[in-house]
């Protein structure tokens, strides 16, 4: 009896942008479920009166902090234009090779972009 044939995976297959930013998709998601755990924990913390407030304040005023915040950031814009991208897709547009490796290739620097406009205006109005 032969073996079973074995299905390709990723050492087969060559990374093209489209399935590198399917694995970043999947990856910024497992990002959201943590980074709304602190959302959580820092809106039970305002409803706990000032001292859980002064310890987030002082926490997420750090320099990590501050990293902490900007990459959820990132990851939560990421993560949206992401599934924008996939909800355009289910329509049958961009789906071309060049259309889904150009979009691919804009994703991560348009996610910044926004995270950085984001935090530029947050900045200006506080």
Known sequence: ?????????????????????????????VGLYFGMAIVALF??????????HDLF??????????????????????HMLGGVRHLVWDFGHLLSREESRSTSMALPAVSLVMTVICWLIAWLLV
Do not use: C, D
């Not at 809106?43 to 859980?52: F, K, M, V, W």
């Not at 002082?58 to 915040?69: A, D, K, P, R």
């Open 43 to 52: 809106l039970l913390a305002l409803a706990g009166g000032e001292g859980g």
């Open 1 to 29: 009896m032969r073996p079973r044939p074995l299905s390709p995976h990723l050492q087969i297959y060559k990374p093209i942008p489209s399935m590198m930013m399917s694995i970043l998709h999947r990856l910024t998601g």
């Open 57 to 78: 304040s002082e926490l997420f005023g750090s320099i990590i902090g501050i990293v902490v915040l900007f990459l959820f950031s990132w990851v939560l814009f990421h």
